[in-house]
């Protein structure tokens, strides 16, 4: 009977094929999901009456999203594509938003409760300009309202219901550019007023029902426009002259232009450099930035303005928002150290303020960036402002009665580079009460898993498990765990931010706004470009931090000064940070580390020459040891060279500078009328690699061609560097490349024909693996390379291992000449690709699967065993037990294999891969405009328990068995003594 | 030797092979005999290198080389190597000499490249001794195009002196072409360099060189198959019948209980005697011992 039993489990266990997907309970048990939008460009109240408070945004990662007033949170969010840039949002009917994108080219109607799409327009757009969205606010409830769209010299007028063009109209030829329009109230006409090469005013009075022009007038102004508009009342325009020095006010009453220059400096006396307009809407009032302060401005007639306030900065001043009739209420924040105050104005009466509030920020979000105010009816039935407020973080804020309701670190939308930490090693000291509790907890909690696993739970107990699972202590504790899932993820955003999220649960565990990556009138245009490891103490990691290394540019130059910041990665705190004086193009962290163990590195600055940090004569030293090895090569991707370089000391070496020159050692010169570089790609630096040799069917052995030195390049035809389609297939080629980035040797290059880019490409091992379309199958394609080394063949003589004549442990020169072997195969998959990684395991033993950020914005992981150039259509008997798939033209998508599974990492930018101390599991962490976070097994978690283990079960299994071996001992005792007696 | 042999060979068919796929496609077989050039050049290095100035190797298997051949689709270019001991500027030091062929479609091809050498003056030798000394690194540099030789880019290429020299100063070429352009130039020692790099001086001082031109492959076509046999496979290609099983492989599980309970019944079947019998054996061991106590 047990042994029925037992068959029958045994079968049960061969035949289910073990999935490597989730199940739905265990979402959220390693992996978290962040949504964000990213910097508020425009911001949009909508008050239904009925309905939610909301409030519609547009951003700088052209997302549209209605978040919730009350919490912050997300009701529905559109994210356009990378190139449908979001340029104006504004409200239709009362019920739509409305988007102007594309360069004034898309214009797309929104529902405000759900987000669904309800019409779509495409619009012709002469020349990419700046373009202007006006909805016409018709009073008339129930009658068709039209939005006008002007671009260049066109004006289209929409139907909002259906998004239907009713009249479109070319008003000049030349280069106009609208600034303002507006509508008398009560009027059939509309004014729309605007530039003509910056030197020309012109305002035309258009009959807004068809589009004709009732009345057009023209006026040219020597000295110039620089394309900024003010309108301050119903007849007077005020601009800014070219050199941005005068103030122009203009006046078209009545088809009549007439100019007013008013010199800034002598409105302003402490005016220096440039003014700005800020697009402010209020009646009569202008709103001027100069470079200290913001100025308000009366404009009481055309030869007449009037200084009413000075602001100092920082500071920022909102929109106006109509408010009763006559007036307009608008917003003034200003700040004080870490406070900020809120004053609410009317734009009639300036002296009085409706609302002054302070609040209390922390220091990490920097300044007040822009602000939206928004009001509300209070209890007592008075009016209440409410203002959103962009900080220079990115950051979004609620705040209302003096406090902030809610903050969003929409900040994370735009991560740029990333890098891991470990977390602290557990010191001793941990109380007893804390030990007794969680004992407590813990056989709370696998006393319900037990009942869960039993089916004897209620649906309550369930939910409490699930609870349980989610809430894990352990995974959110800040100590190191003996598994190394628990890390910090140190991200640096766009905005100069650094923030480290906690492995666990993706909270943010602390965060800085570098002060050195800020505004300032060392850096002005300051620039992030990446973050290193600098210091990872090993040897003294209870009582050390690691730091993490900053490297940023003043400006988006090349030739711009460095910045290089260090950051204690446990507490944000900075330890140094300094503008260079020289260039930042390329930062090489080197596999050294110096006394302290901080990891040298080197900067190679605009004039190629290479600078080593830290400056400590201890690093020189060590480096000096190492320099003949040390190579590097830049790409220049627009002269289609690559170069190698070794460095080398001209003349003495200036201890306290460091800094070497380049010796050119090769060139690679692509034939710039038949390639262009597209792509480059390498092996990550820190990666492990088990074992070199491969063992193939029949016992056989390969070895791997591994270095650290391969660079993958492909090149395309320039004809066909453009989009898909762009090029016919006999025009598009791609050349793909391998090549030894110490002696600059082409180890292998290959052509495909009718291949086009875009190109993405991972190295890993001995093995390249691209992505590209193929014009003549109409289809993407994935080819892999995989590169052997033939000088090693010889080892596998046995005798010559037994005699020790192999060269196994023979130092390997690049300078040797290479004798590799390469072997390739293409296959078609299905998605397009934006971003391609490789798992990482501590030891490199685990199998390895690639993770391909899809066009969906989600992440699939495919088995490396499926890109085996070995793969043939009859694999051999050996060939099967070694593991090759059967030949197949394409690459399967097995649903179950997302690693994202039912969620999308909208905007999709970058996969990263880390090792966790446990051989079988990587880390994964996706960016874009969201974050996901996930750990995997490419081989299925082979060395350890899963995490739903259930002890308890096990031990209720040993003391029942226990207990059945004491009770058939004592049975069987009781009748062997009947037998005695027998 | 025989090593040294061997690895021609292997150079032989590998370059071979190489052309093989360069010709493949468009042209005849005939044309393939002749691509079969790659110059194994310098193979009995002159003895008295100041005789032969500037050096020209004999060249295996080939008549005139220099004379323009009678087709009108090919002409003879030249290109310079240059060279340059650590940090002085480039000199001359041989020429390549290849020949262009124009294709029906237009393309333009190089083949049958030779090379000669210029002979190492005094100047130079003292260079390339003080080069090995210090392990600095000897650089050579031929044009990126072939045509309008003093182009604008030169492919540099570099190699730590010390591995050059063996018997002679053994070097080997690897030049990248694509049309008349010059890609990459793979330049270094014949064989293995080892490391640590001993300081060796050759017993000659002169280059023995040895040229490849390559020119690239094509991938493998992405292989198609046959809609049926896409229908027949679902993905992981369950389509393809496994092949039949050993009667073993298949029952093996249910035969090894069952040998299990065979044994245990003929271990229990075989104890019942075997009980009897042990009985027995203590009697008779214990009846003799009886009888010594009572002796």
Redesign the interface.
Known sequence: MAIRACLGLMILLFSSTISTALFEDQVGLSDWHQKYIGKVKHAIFHTQKTGRKRVVVSTEENVLASLDLRTGNIFWRHVLGKIDCIDQVDIALGKYVVTLSSGGSILRAWNLPDGQMIWESILQVSAPSKSLLHALANMNVGKDNLILVFGGSLIHALSSTDGQIVWRKELSTNSLEIQQVFQPRDSDIFYALGFIDSSEFVAYYVNYKNGEVLQQSKASFKSGFCGEASLSSNDVVVALDASRTYLVSISFRNGVITFQQTYIPDLIPEFSGKATLLPSKYNGILAVDIASSIVLLRVKGVNELEIIEKINYPSAISDALPFSKEQQAFAILQHDESRIHIKVKFDTDLTNEVLKETIQLDGQRGNVEKVFINNYIRTDRTHGFRVLVVMEDHSLLLVQQGEIVWTREDGLASIVDSTTSELPVEKEGVSVAEVEHSLFEWLKGHFLKLKGTLMLASPDEVAAIQAIRLKSFEKNQMTRDHNGFRKLIIVLTRAGKILALHTGDGRVVWSVLLPVLRESETCGNPFVLNVYQWQVPHHRAMHENPSVLVIGRCGHNFDAPGIFSIVDAYTGKVHNSLVLEHSVRHVMPLPLTDSTEQHLHIVIDDNLHAHLYPKTSDAVKIFLDEMPNVFWYSVEVGKNIIKGYSLEIKGELDMAENVFQPKELWSIVFPSESETIALTATRKMNEIVHTQAKIVADQDVMYKYISKNILFVATVAPKASGEIGSATPEEAWLYAYLIDTVSGRILHRVSHQGAQGPIHAVVSENWVVYHYFNLRAHRHEMSVIEIYDQSREDNKDVWKLVLGKHNLTAPISSYSKPDVTVKSQSYFFIHSVKSMAVTATAKGITSKQLLIGTIGDQVLALDKRFLDPRRSANPTQSEKEEGIIPLTDSLPIVPQSYVTHALQVEGLRGIVTTPAKLESTTLVFSYGVDLFFTRIAPSRTYDSLTEDFSYALLLLTIVALVAALLVTWALSERKELREKWR | MGSSRGRSL?LFTLSTLLLVSIAGGFQSDELLQDDEEFGLEGGRPAADPALSIPTRPPIRGRSDPDLPSGSPDSKSVQFSLEHRFGGSGFSPAGTFTARLKSWSHGGQTLTKLRFSRNALTEEEKGAFERLLKE?G?Y?IRVP??VLNAPGK????????AR?IPRDSLDE?F?I?T??V????V?Y??????????MLKYPAKWSFTSFTVL?N??????????AEEL?AG?D???EG?KP?EKSFWAKYW??LI?LVF?VLNAMTQAMNMPEEQAAGQSTQAQRAPSTTVRRR
């Open positions: 292997v392990d690194y650089t990126s195009n880019d030169f492919i540099v290429s570099s190699v730590r591995c080997h690897v990248h694509d049309g352009n010059i890609m990459a793979n270094g020692s014949a064989g293995a360099c080892q490391y640590p790099r390559k690239s492959e094509q991938a493998p076509r992405t292989p198609t198959f896409l496979e993905g992981l290609g393809v092949p599980m249910y209980p309970i």
